[in-house]
């Protein structure tokens, strides 16, 4: 599981409500109600979840020793879907209209009857279900999650619609607390109404960085035009100031360039890089998408010409180090979604399994503490009076993306 061992990814989602601070009898008990029976009877389209121990996907200890860690509880979320394959219900009524075939009347072969092509399908499914109740096409999923008591929040990499429907419902009815996911708007909400400014968070509006791209001027179908001085952010339709984490992705790239790649935050100074990869998206929906991998992929002539139509960066690769810790991930800037995050090994050799976890939970807070450090300053910046002055910086700095580069080219 990847808080134990191996790369994370995660989302971060709120918790609110009666949320514990310890785990006694009766929060271990009421985990272990929700483990899933391996022959609890499903039907098609029905979706069975439950906690399990968090190491594997049938683990049911939920001892202390197995699950609490320093101020919160390492588990499991298990979603268990019913998943038939299409071939396999296609043969079963293939099979089930063979067997109900007629020879003809004139000696011209076997033909179906209309009627039995009705009862075969209902046969195929009759068996299938049976199937079904006998545990066949259960298809199981097992996510880690980490929730950290002291911060109410709960780190997960669950994405669907459905798997966090079915996570916020256990969670609610098991132990009694909400959550919902924070992206990149939801996070920087949580951090203007910490400083009692929530009226702020409707103003913000995204603003060109560069010029629109040159089909701004087309019309549309409908007979209606894209403002070149408001770009729509089509990703970001649900949560409109989502494009806050796509702007802060544009700062730390700017932070890379000009200011050495160090990132100055309340805790402390955070040197950060981008690299290995880089996506891009037109922010007016225009243009489409640019991916850029491999060595400094921000330094590339492609990525100077995307962000200078009008492309946003979307995804990108980051090396984030603090504290004498280097840590590596891709970070989804609207989703506010870390993938792929590479620990640094211990200084020392941990001496048990139960402290190679701390120190690797303390290295994941340390990270992250490092991240909403950053964000928070951009925040800050964004809602204060010296922002346009540093998007005026941003603007010149992406105006003149690729110059020098042409000149050394030029020169050699």
């Known amino acids: 599981m990847p808080f134990r061992s191996g790369a994370i990814s995660y989302r971060r989602f709120a918790v609110t409500g009666a949320a514990p601070d310890v785990l006694d009898p009766k929060l271990a008990e009421s985990l272990r109600e929700t483990v899933l029976g391996e022959q609890e009877p499903m039907k098609p389209g029905e979706v ?39 071939e ?9 209209e063979e067997s109900r075939l007629q020879p003809s009347k004139d000696g011209g072969g076997a ?27 259960r298809s199981p999923k097992h996510t880690p999650l980490w929730w950290d008591f002291a911060s109410s929040t ?9 798997e966090v429907s079915a996570l916020r419902t256990l969670m609610l009815e098991t132990l009694g607390v909400k959550i919902e996911p924070r992206s990149a708007g939801r996070v920087a909400l949580d951090l203007i109404a910490a400083k009692g400014r ?19 001027e087309l019309v549309g179908e409908d007979g209606s035009r894209k403002s070149p001085d408001r770009p729509e952010i089509p990703w970001a339709s649900n949560e409109p100031q ?7 992705l544009f700062w730390l790239w700017w932070h890379c360039e000009t200011q050495e790649g160090l990132v100055p935050t309340a805790d402390g100074e955070v040197s950060i890089v981008i690299d290995k990869s880089l996506d891009l998206e037109c922010a007016w929906g225009i243009s489409g998408r640019t991916s850029v991998r491999g060595d400094a992929p921000t330094r590339k002539a492609e990525t100077a010409r995307a962000v200078q139509l009008g492309k946003w960066p979307r995804k990108v690769g980051l090396i984030v180090s603090m504290h004498g810790r280097v840590w590596e991930c891709a ?26 976890i701390e120190e690797r939970l303390d290295s994941f807070a340390t990270f992250d503490a490092a991240l909403m450090g950053m964000y928070r300053a951009f925040i800050e910046l964004r809602t204060s009076r010296a922002w346009d002055s540093c998007r005026a910086d941003m603007r010149n700095w992406i105006g003149e993306l690729g110059a020098s580069r042409k000149m050394i080219a030029v020169g050699a």
């Open 242 to 248: 989502d494009f806050l984490g796509n702007l802060f």
């Open 111 to 137: 033909y179906l009857p209309r009627s039995a092509k009705k009862e075969a399908r209902e046969d195929a499914m009759r068996r299938i279900e049976e199937e079904i109740s006998e545990g066949r096409y």
């Open 154 to 162: 709960l780190y997960a990499p669950v994405k669907s619609d459905s």
């Open 88 to 96: 396999i219900k296609k043969a079963y009524i293939a099979m089930s």
């Open 48 to 86: 069975h979840c439950g906690f399990t121990g968090g190491r594997h996907i049938f683990d049911r200890a939920f001892a202390y020793e197995h699950i609490a860690f320093g101020s919160g509880l390492h588990l499991g979320f298990r979603v268990d879907t019913v998943r038939i394959p299409p």
């Open 198 to 216: 929530s009226d702020d968070y409707d103003d913000l509006r995204a603003q060109p960085l560069s010029s629109p791209p040159a089909e701004i």
């Open 331 to 356: 970070l989804q800037g609207d989703a506010f979604e870390v993938s792929g995050l590479k620990l640094p090994k211990p200084e020392d050799k941990p001496q048990s399994l139960r402290a190679a």
